[in-house]
């Protein structure tokens, strides 16, 4: 024997309800579907249909309030995202990244150039390296002609890096753990200790 709270009570109204739906979605106001339903055979009250207008208004804002907060994104994962390589993203940052280019010709154009600098960088090609610092500083992203003016005071050096393998890297980080364990030093030992504690490290 079926449990009678499972059963669910059938209404006049039920089989009028993707109708309601329909029309409401299409914007048609509750008395104009009442009038619409009764043509078809509906006997109830225009107090029920109203009810079940109501009710769809709130599922259907809801639902689009949860849409709206889905897509939301906050600046750091907007920058993550704009950074990271689309193959390195997780399925549902994709579709969040996807959405924001498609709806902001803008940001769709700084991710480009996000995007080819890295590319250039990578293969470290000098001519598309000119041509993206010229494209970078005429765009209209503030930030990247700041970025740009940057290198532009150290151009001849930047570009040494494109051009050759040569990197002081390894001096640069010897010199910053030098400086660190002087840091850690300062005002508690003498030369001495600190030539021990350097040269013990090394």
Known sequence: MPDLKTIKKSSIIDEYLDFIKEKYQDGVFASEIYKLIREKGYTGSERTVRYHVSKLKIEIDSEGQKKEREQKITLEKLIELLWKDVEHLKYSDKAKLETVLKNK???SRLYNLIQNFKIIIEKREVDKFINWLKEAEESEFKELSVFVKGIY?????TLNILKTDF?????????NRLKTIKRQMFGRAG????????LYQI
């Open 105 to 107: 010709s803008d940001l």
């Open 191 to 198: 030369f001495e200790l600190l030539r021990k504690k350097v």
């Open 153 to 157: 005071n150290d151009y001849e050096a």
């Open 167 to 175: 990197s002081n890297a390894l001096l640069e980080g010897d010199v």
